[in-house]
């Protein structure tokens, strides 16, 4: 059997935009004490997920990080995606975000640095 290694891990970096009117809303969302689906992401493998919020002009930005440290990243995809409580949780977020030109959702970027510790 393979044993995962660090280098094995993917680390998946994405943007998208918030809508302003929002802010507060989505803020009350990902407040730590509050489960979300925190446990959904664990168990499809989805480990050090991170949201980070900055504001450009007028605009606000989400930069979504986490590392996938399973063996099968589309089969796993694709079952949190018939999560019930994923599709919830999707049916009330997706709305207070605006993809970025050309996208659908979330752009996942090009990782072209990393430096392991």
Request: glycine content about 6%.
């Amino acid at each position: 059997m393979h044993q995962q290694s660090k280098s094995d891990v993917r680390r998946v970096g994405m943007v998208i935009k918030l809508s302003p009117e929002y802010l507060d809303q989505y803020l009350a969302l990902h407040d730590d004490s509050k489960a979300g689906v925190r446990d959904l992401l664990a168990k499809y493998h989805m480990k050090n997920f991170s949201i980070f919020l900055h504001q450009i002009g007028n605009d606000w930005f989400e930069f979504g990080y986490y590392e996938y440290d399973g063996t099968d990243f589309l089969a796993d995809m694709a079952a949190l995606e018939k999560e019930p409580r994923n599709q919830y949780w999707l049916e009330i977020c997706n709305p207070m975000q605006i993809p970025l030109e050309g996208e659908s959702g979330w752009a996942t970027m090009k990782q072209v640095y990393f430096n392991e510790g």
